[in-house]
């Protein structure tokens, strides 16, 4: 019966306020980097959206270990992903500036893809060697302005809610420019909306971020493999160990 109710609340009352907020919020981030304040609008746009997406939702958010966190600092974020209520999580909930790296296809979103364009969020172009080359110069340029990053290393969501393999990418990128790497365990996104469902009703469950003390980049291996061990020992223990993911 409540899944019932839940499932009314998401078509009669969740969805129009999603629908809405995120017309907005890519009206808003388009038009304001427009004015050349991308700086604001590339970023607070899609944090009020986010948090919006959650609330109405009515999905509980538990934030962990924004004391590790320097003010003036700037990051490469890397942490699971469980599913796309990872997204509403860290824009909304990660207390920092930062610019996404994201999937190449995600540009073709209507409206959506549009603002993260104008926003300056990086696009991940694997086409080919010089792509590949131009997206981490891209990346690099980024940073040096003081603004983080944001990065999913294993580069798809899982199918399980277990940790995938982790790409290099995010860690040399962080080692070149001589970044601290923070990784961010995400628990509970796979509850919500795990990939297998597709576009579908969401499952109540709460949401949780855990951010972990900063890491050195100086060692690329020696920061990717204590990444993953700090990202996996903060999981439920039913997540816990390495499972394949065939979409990597």
Same mark, same amino acid.
């Given at each position: 019966? *409540? ?15 999603? =629908?809405?907020?995120?017309? *907005? ?33 009515? *999905? ?19 942490? %699971? ?8 999580? =860290? ?7 930062? +610019?996404? /790296? /994201? +999937?190449?296809? *995600? ?10 364009? +104008? ?6 172009? +694997? ?72 576009? %579908? ?43 394949? %993911?065939?979409?990597?």
């Amino acid at each position: 019966m *409540l899944t019932l109710l839940y499932r009314l609340y998401q078509v009669f009352v969740a969805a129009p306020i999603i =629908i809405v907020v995120t017309l *907005l919020a890519a009206l808003c981030t388009t038009v304001g980097c427009m004015m050349g304040k991308g700086h604001f609008w590339g970023y607070w746009p899609g944090r009020i959206w986010s948090i919006v997406i959650c609330r109405a939702l009515l *999905l509980p958010v538990t934030i962990e270990g924004c004391e590790h966190l320097q003010p003036s600092q700037s990051y490469v974020f890397v942490a %699971n992903h469980q599913g796309a209520f990872d997204i509403f999580l =860290i824009y909304g909930f990660l207390p920092r500036h930062f +610019k996404w /790296m /994201m +999937k190449r296809g *995600l540009r073709t979103i209507p409206l959506v893809g549009y603002a993260c364009k +104008k926003a300056g969020h990086i696009f991940v172009d +694997k086409r080919g060697a010089k792509a590949i080359e131009r997206t981490i110069e891209t990346a690099r340029a980024t940073l040096q302005e003081g603004t983080s990053l944001t990065v999913f290393p294993e580069g798809a969501r899982t199918f399980t809610g277990h940790l995938g393999v982790f790409r290099r990418g995010a860690f040399t990128l962080a080692h070149d420019i001589g970044l601290p790497i923070v990784p961010m365990t995400i628990d509970g996104s796979f509850d919500v909306l795990p990939r297998m469902r597709g576009f %579908n009703f969401v499952k109540w469950h709460p949401l949780r971020l855990v951010i972990h003390p900063p890491i050195d980049s100086e060692n690329i291996q020696t920061a990717m493999t204590t990444a993953y061990s700090t990202i996996m020992a903060s999981l439920p223990e039913r997540h816990q160990g390495f499972v394949p %993911n065939p979409d990597q």
